[in-house]
T-cell receptor, first 112, second 114 residues
Framework: AQSVSQHNHHVILSEAASLELGCNYSYGGTVNLFWYVQYPGQHLQLLLKYFSGDPLVKGIKGFEAEFIKSKFSFNLRKPSVQWSDTAEYFCAGRANNNDMRFGAGTRLTVKP | DGGITQSPKYLFRKEGQNVTLSCEQNLNHDAMYWYRQDPGQGLRLIYYSQIVNDFQKGDIAEGYSVSREKKESFPLTVTSAQKNPTAFYLC?????????????FGPGTRLTVL
């Protein structure tokens, strides 16, 4: 079955630290991958997406993610986090049937 | 403004009652989705619809029902058969096709069953 898994449930970092959140997917064939962010009390927002082409995808607010097909991974990265990055982050994937699957989410806490 | 609206924001119901959550979009999207969000479990897909008058079960459809009579609307009914209905419910929409765009999400409805 199609699924997306996130390894880290809660990550705590200090400001200016580098961030990497893991995401693995189990889809076969063509897959679209996404990272969403949910700031406290706000809607889910799209950070970035991968459909095809360059496996290194740049998103908003300095985030990027790398699609590594051989590892079935799509990890999210940011070189230097800020207190305002405190949020919950969700990885998601979709195959051709338009059926989107989300990971369990990773809560990021950035200490000022 | 284009977007997705969900109402109400908070909903309280007694155990054993059915309740219907509203979701409306004016983005002209063909596909609509319902998710349930529980702490530590992320978003789990309840139902989705790719076109009017058609919908498919997601991973946790038991105890829920939907309809898609209009493109703009995708209401979700939480029935008394749902064993643990208290949760945060999110509606989303997207385009469809070979290059689907990302989903757009509504603000959610928090349902509490007393």
């Amino acid at each position: 079955a199609q699924s997306v898994s996130q390894h880290n449930h809660h990550v705590i970092l200090s400001e200016a630290a580098s961030l990497e959140l893991g995401c693995n997917y189990s889809y076969g064939g063509t897959v679209n991958l996404f990272w969403y962010v949910q700031y406290p009390g706000q809607h889910l927002q799209l950070l970035l997406k991968y459909f095809s082409g360059d496996p290194l995808v740049k998103g908003i607010k300095g985030f990027e993610a790398e699609f590594i097909k051989s590892k079935f991974s799509f990890n999210l990265r940011k070189p230097s986090v800020q207190w305002s990055d405190t949020a919950e982050y969700f990885c998601a994937g979709r195959a051709n049937n338009n059926d989107m699957r989300f990971g369990a989410g990773t809560r990021l806490t950035v200490k000022p | 403004d284009g977007g997705i609206t969900q109402s109400p924001k908070y909903l309280f119901r007694k155990e054993g009652q059915n309740v219907t959550l509203s979701c409306e979009q004016n983005l002209n999207h063909d596909a609509m989705y319902w998710y349930r969000q529980d702490p530590g479990q992320g978003l789990r897909l309840i139902y989705y619809s790719q076109i009017v008058n058609d919908f498919q079960k997601g991973d946790i459809a038991e105890g829920y029902s939907v309809s898609r009579e209009k493109k703009e609307s995708f209401p979700l009914t939480v029935t008394s058969a749902q064993k643990n209905p208290t949760a945060f419910y999110l509606c989303a929409s997207s385009t469809t096709g070979t290059s689907p765009l990302a989903q757009y999400f509504g603000p959610g409805t928090r349902l509490t069953v007393l």
